[in-house]
């Protein structure tokens, strides 16, 4: 079965730095990967997928298939980046496989 | 605006008194699905619908039932809640599945004494 590992389930740093956050994935095709975010009591958010490329937030992912890493990064952290980040695979058509999350404190 | 409704967003209950979540979405979405979330565990995925009248089980089905009677409305049944069900939950849909992503409710944080 699919699975996605997100080392790390905490990560501080300071405003102005560069953010990485790391996802690791367990699939044997071309997966199709997302990131989530989760601001503190809302909703989960769509952040950015695999296939779109786009940079959203400033933040962008590239899918290495060696490692078989999806990692998400951002040249210069905000305060209003502090959240709770999830990275999703696919497993079949009906689920979504989510990572344990990071939660991610940018200080001031 | 495009979004899914859950009702109630709190909820404090006791043991064994049957209880409904609702979701509904206004995307005209084929696919719904219940997650819940926990600290340390993530998300897991409680049912999932892939239309009217089609659901299966996720990973966490114990305990919960669903129904999906109207394309829109996805409700999350508690027959007889127990305390190991005290979660945040989290009703999600997508046009074509998870290859597309989900959208996801507010989330209801059920508490159950």
């Known amino acids: 079965a699919q699975r996605v590992t997100q080392p790390e389930k905490l990560l501080s740093v300071f405003k102005g730095a560069p953010v990485e956050l790391k996802c690791n994935y367990s699939y044997s095709g071309s997966p199709e990967l997302f990131w989530y975010v989760q601001y503190s009591r809302q909703r989960l958010q769509l952040l950015l997928r695999h296939i779109s490329r786009e940079s959203i937030k400033g933040f962008t992912a590239d899918l290495n298939k060696g490692e078989t890493s999806f990692h998400l990064k951002k040249p210069f952290a905000q305060e209003e980046d502090s959240a709770m980040y999830y990275c999703a695979l696919p497993q079949g058509a009906q689920k979504l496989v989510f990572g344990q999350g990071t939660r991610l404190t940018i200080n001031p | 605006e495009a979004q899914v409704t859950q009702n109630p967003r709190y909820l404090i209950t006791v043991t064994g008194k049957k209880l409904t979540v609702t979701c509904s979405q206004n995307?005209?979405?084929?696919?719904m699905s219940w997650y819940r979330q926990d600290p340390g565990l993530g998300l897991r995925q409680i049912y999932y619908?892939?239309?009217?009248?089609?659901?299966d089980k996720g990973d966490v089905p114990e305990g919960y039932k669903v129904s999906r009677k109207e394309k829109r409305n996805f409700p999350l049944i508690l027959e007889s809640p127990s305390p190991n069900q005290t979660s945040l939950y989290f009703c999600a849909s997508s046009p074509g599945g998870a290859y597309y992503g989900y959208t996801f409710g507010s989330g209801t944080r059920l508490t159950v004494v």
């Open positions: 619908s892939m239309n009217v009248e089609v659901t």
């Open positions: 995307m005209n979405h084929e696919y």
